[in-house]
């Protein structure tokens, strides 16, 4: 089946600790972006990527860090640095270029005790 | 103003009833328009995407107007399940980024 993964599903940290979530997709999409979303609230931007080995600042990047080394693998690296590193954090890819359709996997819930 | 900006609700409707959502944006180079459900604690699923001549797809009907710059979302003959966020979402202008409004609720009741 094709589709995009996120694990795992919920995570806790403790404060001060870097955590990595995984994304995976095997829908030859180019394009990937990681979400933010808090309850309330609507999905903020953090980083995302348009082709292999290049990526770009979102609207709220900082305390976070990715890489795209591989066209299916996009993880983000939630940072110590990150204020409020507790949400829900979802990863979604798209074909690129002119197809702005995303679609998401199913999420990670990250809480830092 | 937000730039995607959504009446938050909650729309509480009886099952079988007509509900209309509507939505603004604010960059008038957006060019994709989409409306997405979200079920709670669970991803964002796309619904439809919104084109200029509007489009339907069995019970969901999505306009366009782009002179007035807002998107609207017909369900007809509401379910159960369809009780959800509806999330509106434009493009960035000529970027590929997605500017997303907080969601309208809807409850449909039996």
């Known amino acids: 089946d094709g589709g995009i993964t996120q694990s795992p599903k919920y995570l806790f940290r403790k404060e001060g600790q870097n955590v990595t979530l995984s994304c995976e997709q095997n829908l030859n999409h180019d394009a990937m972006y990681w979400y933010r979303q808090d309850p309330g609230q609507g999905l903020r931007l953090i980083y995302y990527s348009q082709i292999v080995n290049d990526f770009q600042k979102g609207d709220i990047a900082e305390g976070y860090s990715v890489s795209r080394e591989k066209k299916e693998s996009f993880p983000l690296t939630v940072t110590s640095a990150q204020k409020n590193p507790t949400a829900f954090y979802l990863c979604?890819?798209?074909?690129?270029?002119?197809?702005?359709?995303?679609?998401f996997g199913p999420g990670t819930r990250l809480t830092v005790l | 103003r937000k730039e995607v900006e959504q009446d938050p609700g909650p729309f509480n409707v009886p099952e079988g009833a007509t509900v209309a959502f509507n939505c603004t944006y604010s960059n008038s180079a957006s060019q994709s328009f989409f409306w997405y459900r979200q079920d709670c604690r669970k991803e964002p699923k796309l619904l439809m995407s919104v084109y200029s001549s509007g489009n339907e797809d069995g019970r969901f009907t999505a306009q366009l107007n782009r002179a007035s710059q807002y998107i609207s979302l017909l369900i007809r003959d509401s379910k159960l399940s369809d009780s959800a966020t509806y999330l509106c979402?434009?493009?960035?202008?000529?970027?590929?980024?997605?500017?997303w409004g907080l969601g309208t609720s809807l409850a449909v009741n039996p």
């Open positions: 979604a890819s798209s074909l690129g270029g002119s197809y702005n359709e995303q679609f």
């Open positions: 979402v434009a493009n960035a202008g000529n970027n590929r980024k997605l500017i």
